[in-house]
């Protein structure tokens, strides 16, 4: 069985922990892990590494490359050149799928569940679902604890060997609904599927022919060209092979909000969730994430949220407004509704750790064997301190090695290339000065990663 994660996202109900550029899935706050490495843990029960396939917008790809590096996983990537909703990107993911691999069943899984793969339910709904898929289009449902009006619910029908024929999608209902519907047995759409790629394109000629037409384009214009459209309103509420397979489990979750954040961290004896340092005075039940020590004093069921360049305090309750926040960051054009002050790029990552009027001080780490591009800079000098590893520089042609506590310099509109020759990751600090410190100001005259 093949397998296709959903791995793009607009982060910004998790904001600031989540951005634009850096969605949630992509946090490494379970076990040290991330969600999308989770999920590729998870995939790799039933598929071998270059049967994963994962698609996302291209500010993602570097990401992706790395945090499944770090476990081992050589997925396949999929460029997504435009987010269009899941129906677009499940079609090209599956129709990228057929095309390399031949015809044949695709689990679909989003990236941002946390799910406990060692639960026997998990294994017996995948495998369930795998029998079924030749002639039904199946999607998951998770039985409903609780009256959860941020999910939306599955009516189960008439049973089939390993589930039910689905009777009705229902969207996020109002509390009392949520509760009529857990009475009910209805079950909670979870968003993961398997498809026979045979029987899903079919169907999509049926429902959503011009969606299939679009892609008969190249995949820019494709996406340009198709509605934005989900899978449940494009395909599988109208088509009659809609089946649902119960995952019977106590351990899923969406985690779409900070409050959902709160229920799965441990607590401790005041009922606070912590992530980082806390020091709390009659303060209980709140959730406190963040990379300095933070201090509450009569403080109760709030989301405190400390990053390096934003803070955010909301009543627990309230932690789906967040969104609003991105909202208005976008309209005023604000970076930070799209970036950390962590950047991902081809060759590794750098971090701002201070920015000035005419400078920025940046940390800089580059894998091994990796090495940026051959550039220069028309407004700014660069200085380099190694403090771990060995950097090999190229200054105009002059080429040396610079070891841990040295430095060098790069003067205004030298060419130079910074790159790791050796086995652990280097890491240095940048300090940039000059009128202008922007990053448009990269000049590049050589680069591995075909990059304008």
């Not at 429902?207 to 995949?219: E, L």
Request: hydrophobic share 35%; charged share 25%; proline share 6%.
């Amino acid at each position: 069985m093949k397998t296709l994660i959903l791995a793009g996202g607009s982060g910004t109900r998790l904001f600031p922990l989540s951005r634009e550029k850096y969605p949630k899935q992509f946090l490494g706050l379970f076990d040290g892990q991330s969600l999308f490495q989770k999920c590729l843990i998870r995939a790799q029960l039933f598929s071998s590494p270059d049967e994963i396939y994962v698609i996302a917008g291209p500010d993602l790809r570097y990401i992706i490359q790395d945090q499944a590096g770090e476990i081992g996983c050589s997925c396949r990537f999929i460029e997504e050149p435009l987010q269009k909703n899941t129906l677009p990107a499940i079609y090209f993911g599956l129709k990228t799928i057929a095309e390399e691999k031949g015809s044949g069943t695709v689990a679909v899984f989003p990236s941002d569940h946390l799910i406990d793969h060692h639960e026997p339910a998990y294994r017996h709904a995948i495998l369930a679902a795998e029998k079924l898929a030749g002639e039904y289009l199946i999607v998951f449902g998770v039985p409903a604890t609780s009256p959860n009006t941020g999910y939306g619910y599955i009516k189960p029908g008439n049973p089939v060997k390993g589930g039910f024929r689905v009777d009705a999608f229902v969207e996020k209902p109002d509390l009392p609904t949520a509760e009529r519907y857990c009475r009910d047995g209805y079950l909670w759409n979870s968003g993961m599927f398997v498809f026979n790629t045979d029987l899903f394109f079919r169907q999509c000629r049926k429902y959503a022919r011009d969606m299939v037409d679009a892609f008969k384009n190249p995949p820019e214009e494709a996406f340009r060209l198709t509605p934005d459209r989900s899978i449940d309103y494009g395909i599988m509420e109208k088509t009659d092979k809609a089946t649902v397979v119960p995952f019977v489990t106590d351990h899923w979750n969406d985690l779409g909000t900070f409050d959902a954040i709160y229920g799965e961290f441990a607590k401790n004896g005041e009922a606070n969730a912590v992530h980082g340092q806390h020091i709390g005075i009659d303060s209980s039940r709140n959730l406190v994430i963040g990379e300095r020590l933070i201090t509450t004093i009569g403080v109760n069921d709030f989301a405190i949220i400390e990053t390096k360049d934003v803070i955010l305090i909301a009543p627990r309750d309230r932690s789906q407004d967040v969104r609003k926040i991105v909202e208005q960051l976008r309209k005023s054009g604000d970076a930070r509704a799209e970036f950390h002050t962590t950047i991902h790029r081809p060759w590794g990552s750098y971090t701002r750790l201070e920015d000035g009027k005419s400078y920025t001080i940046k940390r800089i780490t580059v894998p091994p064997k990796k090495r940026l591009s051959l550039q220069l800079h028309h407004h700014r000098s660069e200085h380099w301190i190694v403090v771990s590893g060995t950097a090999k520089v190229t200054v105009d042609g002059n080429v040396t090695l610079i070891q841990r506590g040295e430095s060098t310099f790069v003067p205004i509109g030298s060419k130079h290339r910074l790159e790791n020759p050796g086995l652990i990751p280097l890491e240095l600090i940048e300090v940039q000065i000059g009128e202008y410190i922007g990053e448009d100001d990269i000049t590049r005259l050589d680069d591995d990663y075909n990059r304008k």
